[in-house]
């Protein structure tokens, strides 16, 4: 093992990857440091990839990269009991590249990205987990992994959410349980032919699905994407849901997600492939930690670079663009021959001109909003219990259409909170 080199990167998550890739590529020395035998072992995700930031480090990365399906529908879905009540879209114009989104298996896709950052002249030491950081004078100056010590003039935290290096470095006090969530993943197997049948895709289309109403009124839902010959379902939940003993556990929760006749069907007959659990960062803007220090930046879920708006989660495309500012703001440091704050802290001015943090200070409110527990039950009882209303044919007169909104908008949800979510839902959203 190296003693001494110019950057360390720890985790070779798309945050680092990137970080090293974006280095390496200007010929910089970087080491990337994974605890995983390979990378991607340790990963969990949904997962979506939104591709245009890949596209500018990697252009026409969708040649090369482990992609599974480009996701060409998407399908907002509420679920209530035995009905289902969908918003699905899809567009061609999604077909072509540079693609808006694919769906990726991590395993694959990090294994790929870090050898295109290895190709590129990044030194990837893998089954090595850092412990510590290393501090001379107050000043951080490397890491610890077990007996070893390396130094470096930065060092870039990649490591994700349970990020230890983040509260070495005092970036961050404690992880707060209400900025995170835990996801829980299924792989289930299915023939290919199987796949585009069942939702109606064809070539490699691929359809991202969100769930509504599927967690029992906890702040949570569920989400289920095609790919290849497998699809990956899962579910998010609140982490503050598992401290009360009278919750249900995490298995649970997939398995009553899986109980739903409109999920059952689009599972049936497939094979459990892998079973994993992650924490998601959900936070939003108010769970950010600090972005640098003296010779110490930090990217991705490490700092809480993620984003849930209800329709879409975000989180691999804003590690892969932290990590791309980093790197410009080492190589800048290098140039000047100074990593104290004074130049680390461009790396902060880099990610506020970025959609990354823009999007998070737009959004900031939308974590509250989406976990609002009536949008968990009352809002898909009401669509589904209305359109029950809508399409059921009886023996007895037809009421108005706004009469039985107003009825179902009375029962399920009341027009104090309807007008309070709406406002809400108009600000935030
Ligand atoms: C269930 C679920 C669904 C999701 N769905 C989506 C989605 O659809 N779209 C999307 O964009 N995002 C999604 N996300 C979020 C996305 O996975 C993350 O935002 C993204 O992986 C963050 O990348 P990262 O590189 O910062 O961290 P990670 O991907 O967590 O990578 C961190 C790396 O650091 C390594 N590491 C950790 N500690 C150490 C250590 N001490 N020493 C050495 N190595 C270490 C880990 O092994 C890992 O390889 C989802 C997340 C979950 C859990």
Known sequence: MVESVDTIVVGAGPAGSATAYSLAKAGHEVLLV????????????????????????????????PLERVITNRNLVFLSGESS??????????????????????????????????????????????DDLLWENKQIVGIKAGSDEIRAKVVVAADGINSTLVEQAGLRKDLKAKYIALGIKEVIGLPRDV?????????????????????????GGGFLYTNQDSLSLGIVLKLPIFKTKSHSKAPEFIDHLKQFPYIRRL????????????????????????????????????????????????????????????????????????????????????????????DMKTFRNAPAIVSSPRLM???????????????????????????????????EISLPHLFIDGIKAVRGL
């Open 267 to 358: 599972i049936k007959e497939g094979t459990r492939l892998e079973y994993s659990a992650h924490l998601v960062p959900e936070g939003g803007y108010h769970g950010l930690s600090k972005l640098y220090t003296d010779g110490f930046l930090v990217t991705g879920d490490a700092a809480g670079l993620t984003l849930n708006i209800g329709y879409a989660l975000e989180g691999m495309n804003f590690a892969i663009a932290s990590g791309v500012a980093a790197a410009k703001t080492i190589l800048r440091a290098h140039k000047q021959n100074d990593f104290t704050q004074s130049t680390m802290k461009h790396y902060q001015k880099l990610m506020n001109q970025s959609f990354v943090l823009k």
């Open 34 to 65: 994974e605890r995983g035998k390979t990378p991607g072992e340790k990963n969990v995700s949904g997962g979506v990839l939104y591709g245009s930031v890949l596209h500018e480090l990697i252009p026409n990365f969708w040649d090369e990269a």
């Open 85 to 130: 009540f969908s918003l699905d879209f899809s567009s061609s114009k999604l077909e072509k590249p540079p693609h808006n989104g694919y769906s990726v298996i991590r395993y694959d896709f990090d294994q790929w990205f870090a050898k295109q950052a290895e190709e590129t002249g990044a030194l990837l030491a893998t089954g090595i987990r850092v």
């Open 195 to 219: 796949i585009e049948n069942r939702f109606n895709l064809e070539h490699n289309e691929g359809t991202a699905h969100t769930y509504l109403g599927c967690t029992k009124g906890y702040p």
């Open 377 to 411: 039950k009352s809002y898909p009882d009401f669509i589904n219990n209305l359109a029950l209303d809508l399409y059921q044919s009886t023996a007895s007169p037809r009421p108005k259409l706004i009469n039985l909104i107003l009825k179902h908008v009375v029962h």
